[in-house]
């Protein structure tokens, strides 16, 4: 077997999200551990539709199918059905988020809540107990933190740059390990920085791809685009809204939109969902830390979330006359204030609605911006006449920045989600070619399967060390390390140090012979020897005298079993002695025979009323049980011998066994027989002695009486196999 590699598979599962944006849940299998990351509901739904299809983990309860489950951010297609997945569901497990995370979901599932069930109608909904009973189930997990969940199962958190407190992860189970970005944004903005993660070389990035096939332009310039549509709407009396989600881009468009009536002198009111802008200016107290270097620094001398022209809104202002800009929740116009002021205000060409940010299919204003401009709503039929404009805003990745996060990890392969289907496949299209990089994009409820190879770290015996490297030496007559510092280190380290057992694989370090780098289009060199995990779970690579007086492991040799069928009317004797005569004059010696039973060569022979035997250990045996095949094979032409016998004179069985083997004499036989049959038992003798090198003819003979013993003991074996392993399987 490949000695210091071990190939498991990692397989990825969307239960949403895949090949589609909203109801972000991806489940993650490796080294026998199931993650989900996220946990999300699909805003354009209003159904069962909303939430991921649970039904294909388990059918019941699901803390016995998922080891852990993380939340990346607080955003409600990726949070919103974490009520429903712990309190209705049933999943009871450990669930990690960071801190800003659990505290605004809190907020905005309830606001949702009370959304779908007092305006909406809707049943059989989450409710608030459920809400802060699943939060309160949570472990809060800070940025650059390793929290390790059981042995060999850690996770890390990373700086995401999506919103306040959203978080990448990398999680590593034995020698695998994953990254999840969620949601992520490559370019720093008025109050976060942007997203960054070390070069962790995981087995595969899942990373979110919602602008798969964007290039966005620079951030000043959409700005001043912003700014400019909105001037020219309120300067012709027209009202401006502004969609957004309650925490995130709502503050960055609000920083911007008070720098610039501060320096224009605009006396136009804005406005701001009631109660968010109080909310939002905590939150951000709270959590300073999670904000970029520039906010941090001048928080305590002056708070940029003090707004002096943003201030609360109120319904009754969607009926006043003139000019106004209003910032309103939620981002897509499927429901809430926003969703109100479009039906107020959509009709009036002096109007707009800016969309800063990406909206799921099935909403309204991913209509509005597909050109839709009929629309029935609530019952009541609308004409879209005010002016529909769409900027991007959003904090998620362009095509660059994902590819920028790709490389900057070190993936080995990657799977995208959070897209469109068309945008992934060319997003896809690139990141093989430029990168690379095996690149997938599954759709939801496809189940898909990664190959990895990854190096398994290896304590090493000291008696061990000596007798690989001989081999190794045996193998390559003239290996050098290749040329190079880091090679020469590692090699002058295995000559040094009494224990190199760190040297022999990492995962971050490239294939290693015992000597140093394997040269391109070099084969390992195989050496035997038997791995064995410690008490403390560590693999210990032995030798295979180590392994039987330290750890009492016996070798277990597998063998072959072949049946052959015998013709019908072959007595068992009649069987033995036409194996025995016919295996001697083959040249094949026969170490023993008893009535039924034979040791021909390599090779068991158990005679049996209809069928004959032979087990062979695989490899060493397989040509003296060919050779014994065609013998037994030719028992029909022995078996019609017979039956002509029985018209002749009957013989005695002296001349009837004397006959038999004079049948089965070669032809070549001449009047030298009787000193050819003395050389050939000499000859039987020499086999039977070169069948045992190594001189312990006894221990091999108990050893071979072991095996036959044990042969139908399949559980016996399979536990047996289990302890001992080496690197021989032929």
């Not at 468009?253 to 224009?264: F, G, K, P, V, Y």
């Not at 109080?278 to 270097?293: D, G, H, P, S, V």
């Not at 289907?421 to 898909?448: D, S, T, W």
Request: charged share 25%; proline share 6%; net charge negative.
């Amino acid at each position: 077997m490949p000695l210091l590699f071990a190939s498991d598979d990692i397989r990825v599962v969307p239960l949403g999200a895949g090949q589609d944006v909203g109801r972000s849940c991806v489940l993650v299998t490796m080294g026998g551990r199931t993650i989900m990351f996220d946990c999300g509901m699909h805003m354009g739904y209003n159904d069962a539709r909303r939430f991921p299809d649970f039904t294909q983990v388990a059918q019941g309860p699901l803390t016995d199918h998922i080891d852990l489950a993380i939340i990346t951010h607080f955003h409600l297609d990726h949070c919103g059905a974490l009520p429903y997945f712990t309190e209705q569901v049933g999943y009871d497990g450990p669930l990690y988020m960071t801190m800003p995370t659990r505290a605004i979901a809190q907020v905005l599932l309830e606001d949702y809540r009370k959304i779908a069930v007092s305006r909406q109608g809707e049943k059989n909904f989450f409710t608030r107990d459920d809400i802060k009973t699943c939060l309160n189930k949570a472990t809060t997990i800070d940025l650059h933190q390793t929290v390790v969940i059981d042995q060999d199962f850690e996770i890390k958190a990373y700086y995401a740059g999506h919103v306040l407190g959203a978080a990448m992860f990398y999680v590593r189970v034995g020698n695998q390990s994953v990254v999840y970005t969620g949601d992520y944004n490559m370019s720093p903005d008025r109050h976060l920085g942007a997203a960054w993660i070390d070069r962790c070389e995981p087995d595969v990035i899942i990373s979110e791809s919602t602008y798969a096939t964007t290039i966005r332009d620079s951030r000043r310039a959409r700005e001043h685009d912003l700014l400019t549509k909105i001037t020219q709407c309120v300067q012709r009396g027209g009202k401006v809204l502004l969609p957004v989600f309650a925490l995130g881009r709502a503050q960055e468009l609000c920083i911007l939109l008070e720098t610039h009536w501060q320096r224009t002198g605009m006396r136009v009111p804005i406005y701001f969902s009631t109660g968010l802008t109080a909310r939002a200016n905590e939150y951000y107290k709270l959590f300073i830390t999670w904000t970029n270097q520039k906010l941090k620094e001048t928080f305590v001398e002056r708070n940029l979330f003090d707004f002096q022209h943003v201030q609360p809104f109120d319904r009754s202002y969607l009926e006043h006359a003139g000019p106004q800009v209003l910032f309103a929740t939620p981002g897509m116009l499927h429901a809430g204030t926003s969703l109100l002021a479009f039906t107020h205000w959509c009709e009036d060409p002096r109007n707009m609605v800016i969309l800063p940010g990406y909206c799921t299919a099935g909403t309204v204003g991913a209509k509005i911006i597909a050109g839709i401009r009929e629309l029935d709503i609530e019952g009541r039929h609308y004409t879209v006449r005010m002016d529909v404009e769409y900027l991007s805003f959003s904090a998620h990745a362009d095509a660059k920045g994902i590819m920028q996060l790709v490389s900057q990890s070190g993936a080995k392969q990657v799977v995208l989600v959070h897209g469109e289907q068309q945008k992934m496949a060319f997003l896809a299209g690139r990141i093989q070619q430029e990168l690379g990089l095996p690149c997938h994009f599954p759709p939801n409820g496809h189940c898909l399967t990664l190959s990895t190879n990854n190096p398994v770290p290896i304590l090493v015996s000291d008696a061990f060390l000596p007798v690989a490297k001989d081999e190794v030496a045996k193998a390559e007559p003239s290996f050098s390390p290749a040329p190079g510092p880091k090679a020469e280190l590692l090699a002058e380290d295995v000559e040094t140090k009494p224990n190199p057992s760190h040297l022999l694989a990492t995962p971050s370090k490239p294939p290693m012979a015992l000597d140093g780098h394997l040269g391109l289009g070099a084969a390992p060199v195989p050496i035997e020897g038997v791995l064995v995990r410690q008490s403390n779970g560590k693999l210990r690579l032995v030798t295979f005298s180590e392994a039987q007086r330290d750890h009492n492991l016996q070798p277990h040799e597998i063998k072959t079993v072949c049946v052959i069928a015998l013709p019908s009317g072959a007595s068992t004797s009649l069987v033995h002695r036409h194996i025995l005569q016919r295996s001697q004059a083959a040249g094949l010696a026969v170490l023993d025979s008893g009535p039924t039973t034979l040791k021909v060569g390599l090779v068991d022979v158990s005679i049996e009323p209809n069928e004959v035997r032979l087990a062979y250990k695989s490899g060493s045996g397989v040509r003296d049980a060919a050779r014994l095949q065609d013998i037994v094979g030719s028992l029909p032409d022995m078996a019609e011998a017979s039956r002509d016998s029985l018209s002749k004179p009957r013989q005695t069985p002296l001349a009837a066994a004397e006959a038999s083997t004079a049948e089965s004499r070669p032809p070549m036989d001449t009047e030298d027989d009787d000193e050819d049959d003395v050389n050939d038992d000499d000859d039987e003798e020499e086999e039977e002695d070169s069948d045992d090198g190594s001189g312990d003819d006894t221990e091999e003979e108990e050893a071979d009486d072991h095996d036959q013993s044990d042969n139908d003991d399949d559980d016996d074996d399979d536990d047996s196999s289990d302890r001992l392993s080496s690197s021989q399987d032929e």
